[in-house]
């Protein structure tokens, strides 16, 4: 059974850090790509980042670029989001989601949502002013 376990979420200050966490339960785990996105109340969903399926090469968005950083260690089947400078814009649920199919590399893209094929639950993550 196919398990994706988002934490690490909270309630923090605007230019705190936060690191998030997604647990993977998959076969082959280190054979996918993998992504974080992120979506806010009353807003849509938001492509954050990804990581390569050998973990060589990452890809964030712009509205993140030099503040978040993806990483993953394929030994605790774990990918992480590590989230410096937090703004209270960066107030969102954030997904982690992998893709089984291969279809980024089929699309040459990390950002589209519909790549990816299993989806974890979530985690909050709240920054006040």
């Known amino acids: 059974q196919v398990q994706l376990v988002a934490s690490g979420g909270g309630l923090v200050q605007a230019g705190q850090s936060l690191t998030l966490s997604c647990k993977a339960s998959?076969?082959?785990?280190?054979?996918?790509?993998m992504a974080w996105f992120r979506q806010a109340p009353g807003k849509e969903q938001e492509y954050v980042g990804a990581?390569?399926?050998?973990?060589?090469?990452?890809d964030t968005a712009d509205s993140v670029k030099g503040r978040f950083a993806i990483s993953k260690d394929d030994a605790k089947s774990t990918m992480y989001l590590q989230m410096n400078s937090l703004k209270p814009e960066d107030t969102a649920v954030y997904y982690c989601a992998v893709d089984r199919q291969g279809a980024t590399r089929y699309s040459g893209t990390y950002s589209r949502s519909s790549s990816y094929d299993f989806w974890g639950q979530g985690t909050q993550v709240t920054v006040s002013t």
């Open positions: 990581i390569s399926p050998s973990g060589g090469y990452t």
């Open positions: 998959v076969l082959a785990y280190s054979n996918f790509a």
